[in-house]
């Protein structure tokens, strides 16, 4: 019963989970995501956990949705909350395997970029997480 009050009592979320996927050489996976802003096409792997889902699987698998690349999550690096009914998550994630072979219906591009290449066109907040700081 105490779960029943507790479900009805509390907001519900959806949790945006973002990857800072990253090669051997140090390069970072970004996507030029078919759905986004015009202007700001590109960044980093991200998607929603489903229900019941370990957010650093969540990542795992949309890489591999939207890539086809492998990824072994790391370290949480960025969480916040305060959006009406968002959680944003991140995580570092390094390429294990795989093939890229992008989901056309998502993405238009997938590139490597060196952190001090970065495209124009970048989503300001994931070009924060690719530089270790975080945005307020």
């Not at 990857?19 to 996507?31: A, I, K, T, Y």
Request: glycine content about 10%; proline content about 7%.
């Amino acid at each position: 019963m105490q779960w029943r009050v507790l479900w009805l009592a509390h907001a519900k979320f959806m949790v945006g989970v973002t990857g800072v996927v990253r090669n051997d050489q140090g390069e970072v996976l970004l996507l030029r995501h078919r759905m986004w802003p015009p202007e700001r096409p590109w960044g980093l792997p991200t998607g929603y956990a489903v229900k019941g889902e370990e957010f650093p699987l969540t990542i795992a698998r949309e890489v591999k949705e939207e890539t086809g690349l492998d990824v072994e999550p790391g370290r949480l690096v960025h969480l916040k909350s305060g959006y009406k009914l968002r959680l944003e998550v991140a995580y570092e994630a390094l390429v294990t395997g795989g093939t890229l072979k992008i989901d056309t219906f998502e993405i238009l591009e997938a590139q490597w970029y060196s952190p001090d290449s970065l495209p124009d066109g970048m989503q300001e907040s994931h070009r924060a997480l690719i530089h270790g700081k975080t945005t307020p």
